[in-house]
């Protein structure tokens, strides 16, 4: 399949796809404190600095980004909205630890608690929505378990919803950045709260209203230029841990700090990563979902080609003076009718021989099925083109 002179202008384009496990050698070794650590960017999933990165260890409320990924999918998918309202369970109320102070009873919205647990890192708001998701705080344990498995997080059981510590609860600085960068890439409207220092609950109970103050537990929202999130943790166990995401330009990073001896050098090392990333790293936009990217063929159609859309946004992290990648794009062999959307091939990123990542290409437009008549009078323009008939006089050898 032939491709028109607009796919020519993306070669060197960058293609992303959530696709993990490409890894960079460390550049140089920052001799961090924590027990594990790893630097990834949220496009591609690239490592761009590990430490330690696959061992198992207490994951303490850093377990609540798997909590938070679980109920944002349950509200796409139609199963729960956000303005639906809880019941805080007896259970849920008990929470120790860091909490929001929720009585038995009480009812708060799905996004009051999401708001807690963002902010707040609010075991019983936590414990809340879990029980609202899954029925039960084991149910949706259960659920935590599965999409772990499904999102390749081979280091992690989870015990429960909140991270309080339990016997065999562990993850590892490489898993907690898979379902980081999960959460950020496809609800990155979970910022509006990771990134807000500082709001307030209002508690409606038997006893009146009362107003609790949430300040947020991750200082680098204050602290960090781009500062995105996204969640903090800290247990007797777990030490401190932290899985930092921090945005500028195109460029999205999560460092996840893991066993950390003191609160201080965990922010100060995730610092010191996400600096070392965009210092050492760029990410390059070549397109952005629904951009144009190329033209095909397509026989028996009203028209004689189609524009080629990219589904996914072209990009992706790279050190700094890398050598310029090339895009493929392949097509089917069209034949009308083509419909808007549909896939009709795929673009391929390669560099050094090597595919980094790929996207699906559809179809810009509609072209419907041209009829007997159309295809006749097309003919008679190829008849007419190859035998000199119907061009200029300059084309025909006039002065």
């Given amino acids: 399949m032939k491709l028109k002179a607009l796919a020519a202008i993306?070669?060197?384009?960058?293609?992303?796809?959530?696709?993990?496990?490409?890894?960079?050698?460390?550049?140089?070794?920052?001799s961090l404190e924590?027990?594990?650590?790893?630097?990834?960017?949220?496009?591609?999933?690239?490592?761009?600095?590990?430490?330690?990165?696959?061992?198992?260890?207490?994951?303490?409320?850093?377990?609540?980004?798997?909590?938070?990924?679980?109920?944002?999918?349950?509200?796409?998918?139609?199963?729960?909205?956000?303005?639906?309202?809880?019941?805080?369970s007896s259970h849920a109320a008990s929470m120790g630890g860091s909490q929001v102070y929720l009585e038995e009873g009480e009812r708060q919205s799905v996004e009051e608690l999401v708001k807690c647990v963002s902010i707040a890192s609010a075991n019983d708001a936590a414990v809340a929505l879990a029980e609202y998701i899954g029925g039960s705080e084991d149910g949706f344990v259960e659920m935590m378990n599965e999409r772990a498995k499904e999102l390749g997080m081979e280091d992690t059981t989870f015990k429960n919803a909140c991270g309080l510590d339990?016997?065999?609860?562990?993850s590892s600085a490489r898993d907690i950045a898979v379902m980081s960068a999960e959460l950020l890439r496809n609800f990155p409207e979970i910022t509006e709260y990771t990134t807000t220092w500082q709001d307030?609950?209002?508690?409606?109970?038997?006893?009146?209203?009362?107003?609790?103050?949430?300040?947020?537990?991750?200082?680098?929202?204050?602290?960090?230029?781009?500062?995105?999130?996204?969640?903090?943790?800290?247990?007797?166990?777990?030490?401190?841990?932290?899985?930092?995401?921090?945005?500028?330009?195109?460029?999205?990073?999560?460092?996840?700090?893991?066993?950390?001896?003191?609160?201080?050098?965990?922010?100060?090392?995730?610092?010191?990563?996400?600096?070392?990333?965009?210092?050492?790293?760029?990410?390059?936009?070549?397109?952005?979902?629904?951009?144009?990217?190329?033209?095909?063929?397509?026989?028996?159609?009203?028209?004689?080609?189609?524009?080629?859309?990219?589904?996914?946004?072209?990009?992706?992290?790279l050190p700094k003076g890398s050598a310029e990648p090339t895009l493929t794009v392949t097509v089917d062999e069209l034949t009308a009718p083509v419909h808007k959307g549909d896939i009709v091939g795929k673009a391929v990123y390669e560099l050094d021989g090597e595919t980094l990542a790929e996207a699906e290409v559809s179809a810009a437009a509609d072209v419907g099925r041209a009829s007997p008549a159309d295809m006749f009078c097309r003919l008679i323009k190829l008849w007419c083109s190859s035998y000199g008939f119907g061009g200029t006089e300059a084309e025909h050898g006039g002065e």
């Fill in 10 to 30: 993306v070669a060197g384009l960058i293609v992303s796809v959530p696709a993990y496990g490409g890894q960079y050698e460390n550049l140089t070794d920052l």
């Fill in 34 to 88: 924590c027990e594990s650590a790893i630097l990834v960017d949220v496009d591609g999933g690239n490592v761009l600095y590990e430490h330690n990165s696959s061992e198992k260890l207490p994951p303490a409320s850093i377990t609540k980004i798997m909590t938070l990924l679980l109920v944002y999918e349950a509200e796409r998918d139609g199963r729960i909205s956000f303005t639906d309202e809880v019941s805080v």
């Fill in 166 to 170: 339990g016997d065999g609860h562990l």
């Fill in 200 to 317: 307030s609950l209002t508690h409606s109970t038997r006893r009146g209203t009362s107003e609790f103050g949430l300040t947020n537990t991750n200082k680098l929202v204050k602290w960090y230029e781009g500062a995105t999130g996204l969640k903090t943790g800290s247990t007797s166990e777990a030490k401190y841990c932290l899985s930092a995401s921090a945005k500028r330009g195109d460029m999205e990073l999560v460092a996840v700090i893991m066993a950390a001896p003191d609160n201080k050098s965990r922010f100060s090392e995730a610092m010191e990563l996400l600096d070392y990333g965009f210092a050492n790293y760029a990410t390059v936009t070549g397109a952005e979902k629904g951009d144009i990217i190329g033209e095909a063929d397509v026989s028996k159609g009203t028209a004689e080609s189609v524009e080629l859309a990219v589904e996914d946004d072209i990009r992706a992290t």
